[in-house]
């Protein structure tokens, strides 16, 4: 949902409305802008998904910064997660600061205030937590501030957030929005507890988040042929014996999970006018199924049409 576009207002005005929508949205204090009033541009979409609150900002240059003043006087619980989607900016927290490129994560934890820029045209996805949902102590989440980039979980949690945006419009507040939700806080618990807090916090977040974690990272990897339970479960240092009963205690098969989401990327790969040029073999191929007769079987069995049919209909 769009929230602010300042091209669509006068030039005059456009500073302001930034300044009132970042206080009254993000509980931002302090804003500076790059450019000056009739070159700054910002736009603003948000959505609300169940708990969580989702943005994204778009636009020219600028520095914004949450005192501890506006801090202690909103007293806002909660943190939010950045991605540095666009451009090249700054994060800083006490005397911590850290440059930030493409892809970079910054956790930002509301009852201290931090300081956030990027300079020239840029965007940024982030979205808004609880604490309350975290079930993390506040000391483990303040020690995590400035070594949390280094977390090998930062990876799952940056393609989750282009995902939850990618999706966002299209989400209708059902029984999806609450699983959503759920795995975003997981992720973010396993991304904060894997660089601080104690040994005992940790080994219970990465117990309590390891479903989660091994399908953000089954997602991440669908593609790869030798994507399977071995591989997975030696990445989280399980056996598989123990990924096989984690997923049947959730009630799913993991190679039947894995052979769906590669069926339905393919379904939208095969639907998509950029891929026309592409056969359906190597489509298939493209989605780990080296096999093509059997890829089109399992097609049929799942979605009641084959692979051509699907084509012709949805016009790919």
């Known amino acids: 949902m769009l929230v602010l576009d300042t091209n669509d207002l006068p030039k005059g005005d456009r500073t302001a409305a930034y300044r009132t929508g970042a206080v009254e949205e993000g509980g931002v204090d302090i804003v500076e802008e790059e450019e ?27 520095s914004i910064g949450r005192s501890l003043g506006q ?5 806002m619980e909660a943190v939010a997660v950045v991605l540095q989607a666009r451009g090249e900016g700054g994060f800083s927290f006490e005397d911590h600061q850290r440059r930030l490129t493409r892809d970079s994560l910054s956790l930002l934890h509301m009852p201290d205030g931090y300081g956030y820029s990027w300079s020239g045209t840029g965007s940024s996805l982030a979205f808004l937590l609880d604490t309350s949902g975290l079930t993390v102590p506040t000391d483990a989440v303040r020690a995590a501030l400035p070594v949390v980039q280094h977390s090998p979980v930062g990876i799952l949690l ?23 939700v759920n795995a975003t806080t997981e992720l973010t618990r396993a991304w904060i507890v894997s660089v601080a807090g104690d040994d005992r916090t940790r080994r219970r977040t990465a117990r309590e988040t390891l479903l ?65 040029h592409l056969t359906v073999e190597r489509i298939a191929g493209s ?12 097609f049929r069995r799942t979605f009641g049409v084959t692979p051509g049919q699907w084509r012709r209909i949805a016009g790919g």
């Not at 801090?71 to 007293?75: C, N």
Request: glycine share 8%; charged share 25%; aromatic share 10%.
């Open 36 to 62: 000056p009033e009739e070159r700054m541009w910002r736009r603003i979409d948000l959505w609300n998904i169940g708990s969580l609150t989702l943005f994204n900002t778009q636009g020219t240059g600028f």
């Open 158 to 180: 940056v393609n989750h957030l282009k995902g939850l945006h990618a999706v966002a419009d299209s989400l209708t507040g059902g029984p999806e929005t609450e699983a959503l």
């Open 287 to 298: 989605w780990g199924f080296s096999d093509a007769a059997y890829f089109s079987r399992r």
């Open 71 to 75: 801090a202690r006087k909103d007293a």
């Open 212 to 276: 989660t974690r091994v399908l953000a990272y089954a997602r991440l990897h669908l593609r790869e042929r030798d994507l399977g339970p071995q591989r997975i479960a030696t990445v989280h240092h399980i056996s598989v014996r123990t990924l096989y009963r984690l997923c049947e205690d959730s009630g799913f098969s993991l190679e039947q999970w894995i052979i769906r989401r590669r069926l339905e990327g393919a379904r939208n790969d095969l639907a998509a006018p950029s891929h026309r």
